[in-house]
């Protein structure tokens, strides 16, 4: 009987539940926070608000509210693992052994870098994209919104799953990438890289979903008048980094497809030995890899754009290069990806080319440094807090390229390679790049959202510890890398003298703790006080772009009226021109938008479910799950229409209730 | 009263102007999703390319690719594409009885295909030259099985989309639905010609 049973359940027993200290602690603090929450909503009785207001909402500007809340929760997970690993580098050290397992710390590392990519900086990413992007170019929606919304569950299934694999079974402990013949089936045995595989390839594919949603968005819903090159920059960016995504996202889904091949079926793909090539999986996983490094940073360098000019009150200087200066990093980034391991072996011809090609791609980028700063240059500069994150970016970001530009040259990076020097190296671009440019992004768009400021005075307090923490955390690194520490350790003998620089790195990444919690501690009191921070003109910053032009928190239409746009900084033109009384009196119309649905949450709850059973192969569920999945999707394409129309009077009352004092919207 | 009669009419051409927006939005989003589709064929590709000489001790292409037969499974599918083809020109036109007759054939024509794919795969299996034998067999196995896959996907599409015609009639929508199938399906026929002739032709003269 039990036999069966097990039978029925595939590889998943009792033992895949946890059972050391540490693991069962992380395991309790997470379920407890989740049924805490589940305790709170259910206490409230905020279920069917939730789900018939925010799950199953096709408003970009709600999804892009859920994509940061999860991003922000992934923050903070991916920052214990964070805090771990630096608490063990700290520690374990001569005859001391530190707090974790070397199993432990690898899996701790491996998932710290998973979270950290796909499901903080992805997430922030996407989530800024869903909030501003439709209300920069004027329109009231995202192309396909019911795509939008199966993305963003499609992700928070991915989240899931790797969360899961903290209390049932056990996480990769292959790197964040997983290279062969490591993450094959013979050197790891357990569910981990499975784990891994389909929490990225069910994330992913929700990633390359939105990828084509934004860039159907941009080049069709335009406002009427907005050329191309009349486009906000942030748009610009967005635009660069989902051409991109398509055109790599696709290399990771056949890559991880491949492994999990390896993994199932036995083919010989990346195995050491029947004719595989452990190589290959390397040069594919990095030609998604690299591309993917500037999806992330491209949409920051967009919201640094936008930050700089306005608080600059000045048009960005250089626009036309800087849009070049993305075309050239899109194309760039293509041909760069080999610089992740010049000690692979492929000689002093291939190692050259792709040298030179990343010492090249540093051009556009510093071009983008240059306009930056010539945009500051003899501006009217406001220091609010969005501003105080893009001059710690510019100049921890240069120092990071720099390193970058280092380890182009393929004979030194045979001593930087694997090195914590590399480590502090990608950390420098993605947290001061990414992390800096989408926490300006959430300070500078967050009252056109909910209608209220940030508190200024605890996010210049978040910044400067992260400021302090981040060069504190990882200079020592830099260093540390010189000397000779290869990253991923978790012992190292006493005699090399390291230990001082990394109880230095520990403090730092205390100090961005701090950092975090003071972020939360901001979301919390400017709730509290918003009635002293709220944004009535809807325009808080006296912004250039066209999502100033409407009220703070934008309507769920966006725009009673489509704007009409006839220059760059369309918004800035219109608070020049004299003012228009004839404005006023256009008519109101009925506008068409998309009904709410759950099918988006269904599909991706089927998605789940297939990931979870190919884990543990349980065959037969998963099919019946991929059964529902396609039962799902045609049911959803059998209705032809999934409209509703806001009717002209209804517009015409939600405006008018605006105008007297938004309080009551 | 007219002025009002005026004004409904105009709402009406704006909703008209926003539905088509919305087609075209459909159409460009869906060549864009063949894009990425084609990327995820030139990774496997690009696999193939660099494990064909990998047989490990097992056949290389030149020993088991039939040619006659896989000649007649391309002569297969490329009439099907044809008929395909044919299919959407009726739609367009609303004959909704040659509609049904030609994406038929067109279905017949793809299971055939489907069917001769599968029959080979097993004789290679059985053969003892299945995916595990060998990094070339892998790749061979997962170029051509995810090609098949997207055959079963449009196979199983395009059943649907004919229950639904026959249920209901040739709306804009549906004609717009069945141009976007025939681009799937046309997309795969392309796809074929490059498996046809990098894995198998070049395969048969041991390139």
Not at chain 1, 608 to 619: D, V
Request: glycine share 10%; with cysteine.
């Amino acid at each position: 009987m039990i036999g069966a049973f097990a039978n029925i359940l595939g590889r998943l027993t009792l033992n895949a539940f946890p059972h050391d200290p540490i693991t069962i602690g992380g395991a309790v603090f997470m379920v407890g926070s989740f049924l805490a929450v589940m305790g709170m909503v259910t206490y409230f009785k905020r279920w069917k608000w939730l789900w018939k207001d925010w799950f199953t909402s096709l408003d970009p500007k709600k999804i892009g509210v859920m994509y940061m809340v999860v991003a922000l929760v992934m923050l903070v997970r991916g920052g214990i693992d964070a805090l771990m690993m630096r608490a063990q580098q700290a520690t374990s050290v001569g005859a001391s052994h530190g707090i974790l397992s070397s199993n432990h710390f690898q899996q701790v590392f491996s998932a710290h870098g998973t979270i950290m990519i796909f499901f903080v900086a992805m997430g922030l990413m996407f989530g800024l994209i869903n909030l501003v992007l439709p209300l920069q170019l004027g329109a009231r929606d995202v192309a396909f919104p019911f795509l939008n919304s199966m993305a963003f569950w499609l992700f928070v299934a991915g989240m899931i799953l790797v969360n899961l694999s903290l209390f049932i079974g056990e996480f990769s402990a292959a790197g964040w990438l997983a290279y062969p013949p490591l993450s094959e089936l013979h050197y790891s045995p357990g569910v981990g890289v499975d784990y891994w595989i389909w929490s990225l390839q069910i994330a992913g594919i929700g990633s390359l979903l939105s990828g084509i949603n934004f860039l159907v968005t941009i080049f069709k819903m335009r406002a009427p008048g907005m050329t191309l090159m009349k486009m906000p920059m942030f748009a610009w960016s967005v635009l660069g980094a989902m051409t991109l995504v398509i055109f790599a996202f696709p290399i990771l889904t056949a890559t991880l497809a491949l492994l999990f091949l390896d993994r199932i079926l036995g083919t010989h793909f990346f195995t050491a030995g029947g004719g595989g090539n452990a190589m290959m999986y390397v040069n594919l996983i990095w030609a998604w890899g690299h591309p993917e490094v500037y999806i992330l940073i491209l949409p920051a360098f967009g919201v640094f754009s936008e930050v700089v000019a306005t608080f600059s009150r000045k048009m960005l200087f250089g626009y036309k290069s800087m849009v070049w200066a993305i075309w050239a990093i899109v194309f760039l980034s293509f041909t760069v990806w080999l610089h992740h391991f010049f000690t692979m072996g492929a000689g002093a011809d291939v190692n050259a080319f792709f040298g030179i090609m990343t010492m090249i791609i540093a051009i556009p980028t510093g071009v983008k440094i240059f306009n930056w700063l010539f945009t500051m240059y003899r501006g009217n500069i406001h220091f609010a807090t969005p501003m105080l994150w893009f001059l710690g970016f510019i100049v921890l970001f240069t120092i990071g390229g720099v390193a970058g530009v280092l380890m182009a040259v393929p004979p030194a990076d045979f001593q930087f390679h694997n090195s914590l020097f590399l480590v502090a190296h990608f950390h420098t671009m993605i947290v001061s790049g990414v992390l800096f440019g989408d926490f300006a992004g959430i300070m500078y768009w967050f009252p056109k959202v909910f209608g209220f400021r940030l508190n200024e005075r605890l996010g210049k307090y978040a910044f400067f510890c992260w400021l302090v923490g981040f060069i504190l955390a990882f200079v020592p690194l830099y260093i540390l890398g010189l000397m000779g520490a290869t990253r991923r350790l978790d012992h190292y003998s006493a005699s090399l003298g390291w230990q001082p620089l990394f109880i230095v790195a520990g403090v730092g990444a205390l100090i961005i703790a701090l950092g975090v919690a003071l972020q939360i501690l901001q979301f919390i009191v400017s709730f509290v006080l918003r009635d002293n921070t709220r944004d009535n003109t809807g325009d808080p910053w006296n912004g250039r772009t066209l999502e100033w032009s409407t009220p703070s928190p934008a309507p769920f239409y966006n725009f009673a009226h489509i704007p009409e746009v006839s220059t760059k900084d369309a918004f800035w033109a219109m608070k020049q021109r004299p003012k228009n009384e004839k404005d006023k009196e256009l008519p109101y119309h009925d506008i068409v938008l998309p009904q709410n649905t759950g099918v988006g949450v269904y599909i991706a709850a089927g998605a789940f479910l297939f990931g979870f059973c190919m884990i543990w192969h349980i065959f037969w569920l998963a099919a019946l799950s991929l059964l529902g999945i396609i039962i799902l999707a045609v049911i959803r394409t059998s209705r032809d229409s999934h409209e509703q129309v806001v009717s002209a009077s209804m517009v015409e009352r939600i405006e008018a209730e605006r105008l007297r004092g938004g309080e009551a919207v | 009263m007219s002025q009002e009669a005026e004004a409904i009419a105009i709402e009406h051409l704006r909703h008209d102007t926003e539905r088509r927006a919305a087609s075209e939005k459909t159409l460009f989003g869906f060549w864009v999703y063949l894009m990425t589709d084609c990327v995820l064929f030139a990774s496997l590709f690009a696999t193939y390319a660099v494990l064909h000489h990998n047989t490990f001790g097992g056949p290389s292409g030149k020993q088991i690719f039939d040619m006659p037969y896989v000649l007649t499974e391309t002569l297969l599918l490329l009439t099907s594409s044809f008929t395909c083809g044919l299919g959407v020109l009726s739609a367009r036109r609303r004959d909704k009885r040659l509609v049904l007759v030609l994406f038929g054939i067109t279905l017949l024509l793809g299971a055939s295909f489907l069917g001769m794919e599968l029959s080979e795969f097993r004789n290679l299996a059985l053969a003892g030259n299945s995916w595990r034998r060998s990094g070339f067999l892998s790749s061979y196995f997962t170029l051509v099985g995810t090609h098949g896959l997207h055959i079963a996907i449009g196979l199983l599409w395009m059943a649907v989309m004919m229950v639904r015609v026959k249920r209901g009639h040739l709306s804009d929508n549906m004609v717009k639905r069945l141009t976007l199938l025939s681009l799937f399906w046309h997309f795969l026929d392309v796809i074929w010609i490059f498996i046809f002739t990098i894995v198998y032709l070049m395969g048969a003269l041991g390139v």
